[in-house]
């Protein structure tokens, strides 16, 4: 289950559901690179170009890569935790969506009922067109070959 979690995050890492966000000031104060915002001043912050900061994820970015979530410990992996400032999908501080947990039990329910029943292969092999709206979706949606498991858990039926 840390693995499915692991790759949830790097899913949402590269494609969040919400790419871009906005909040407004309360007050007068100053951003960590030296911005000054007056109380009121809307202040819009990217998700989605967080998520390809070389800065905050390294020279291997672009590439899908749950292990980055993962952290050695002596000779297990146990999972990072992330700030939510560098990971803002579910926003931070007390914005932060209270719905998160639940949000992340669902998502890890509905991919593992799928995946034991079904094995899921994309048609094409190109690369998802992200729609950059209120909510991303990809372009045409994905397409994929749905083959039924057998009771055991592998293979057609």
Same mark, same amino acid.
């Given at each position: 289950?840390?693995?499915?979690?692991?790759?949830?995050?790097?899913?949402?890492?590269?494609?969040?559901?919400?790419?871009?966000?906005?909040?407004?000031?309360?007050?007068?104060?100053?951003?960590?690179?030296?911005?000054?915002?007056?109380?009121?001043?809307?202040?819009?912050?990217?998700?989605?170009?967080?998520?390809?900061?070389?800065?905050?994820?390294?020279?291997?970015?672009?590439?899908?890569?749950?292990?980055?979530?993962?952290?050695?410990?002596?000779?297990?992996?146990?999972?990072?935790?992330?700030?939510?400032?560098?990971?803002? =999908?579910?926003?931070?501080?007390?914005?932060?969506?209270?719905?998160?947990?639940?949000?992340?039990?669902?998502?890890?329910?509905?991919?593992?009922?799928?995946?034991?029943?079904?094995?899921?292969?994309?048609?094409?092999?190109?690369?998802?067109?992200?729609?950059?709206?209120?909510?991303?979706?990809?372009?045409?949606?994905?397409? =994929?070959?749905?083959?039924?498991?057998?009771?055991?858990?592998?293979?057609?039926?």
């Amino acid at each position: 289950m840390d693995f499915l979690k692991a790759s949830l995050c790097e899913s949402m890492r590269l494609y969040p559901p919400v790419p871009w966000d906005s909040k407004h000031a309360m007050f007068d104060d100053v951003l960590p690179d030296g911005t000054s915002v007056r109380k009121g001043d809307r202040v819009t912050y990217f998700p989605y170009g967080m998520g390809r900061m070389e800065k905050l994820w390294g020279k291997d970015r672009f590439e899908f890569r749950p292990d980055r979530w993962f952290q050695e410990t002596g000779s297990d992996q146990t999972l990072k935790s992330v700030s939510p400032y560098k990971f803002p =999908v579910f926003q931070a501080g007390p914005r932060v969506c209270l719905g998160k947990e639940m949000a992340m039990i669902q998502m890890k329910y509905v991919v593992a009922s799928i995946l034991r029943r079904f094995e899921i292969k994309p048609v094409f092999d190109n690369e998802p067109a992200f729609a950059p709206l209120l909510t991303a979706h990809m372009v045409g949606g994905l397409k =994929v070959m749905v083959n039924r498991r057998n009771a055991n858990g592998d293979g057609d039926i």
